[in-house]
């Protein structure tokens, strides 16, 4: 773990209770991690006090996959992270299907978490279809 006081601390996501019976932490790139994730799983108008809070991807459920779908999510998820996660730079983001599995994409990003200046992926599967696994 390295530098708390600027990286943070936070609740888990989702909400948990910890072994000592208080609510489960996370710090610093795990806190980083997890707040990606939930900018990615949250769609606009559903924080009362942050109406323009995330990335809008539930929206796109059901679309065809197609190029302009790719491009679409890729520049959602972008502007998302670069909006509401200010300990990140994004470096890329990158859409694909490459797995073989109907109603899948595959969102991969890298990004590059500032005070420590290290990189890491993250891999967020988005199912276009209900029911797909």
């Known amino acids: ?44 108008g559903e924080r009362v006090m942050r109406p323009d809070f995330g990335s809008g991807l539930r929206g796109l459920l059901f679309e065809p996959t197609s190029t302009r779908l790719t491009a679409l999510i890729e520049y959602r998820v972008r ?21 073989g599995r109907p109603g899948e994409l595959r969102i991969e990003i890298r990004y590059r978490i500032r005070a420590t200046n290290t990189f890491y992926n993250l891999v967020y599967p988005f199912y276009l279809a209900r029911g797909t696994t």
């Open 79 to 99: 502007h998302a992270l670069t909006t509401w996660e200010p300990r990140i730079d994004v470096e890329t983001v990158s859409v694909s299907d490459d797995r």
């Open 1 to 44: 773990m390295t530098n708390v006081g600027f990286l943070g601390r936070g609740w888990s996501f989702p909400v948990a209770v910890a072994t000592e019976g208080d609510v489960a932490m996370v710090t610093d790139e795990e806190d980083v991690r997890e707040s990606i994730l939930l900018i990615l799983r949250t769609e606009p």
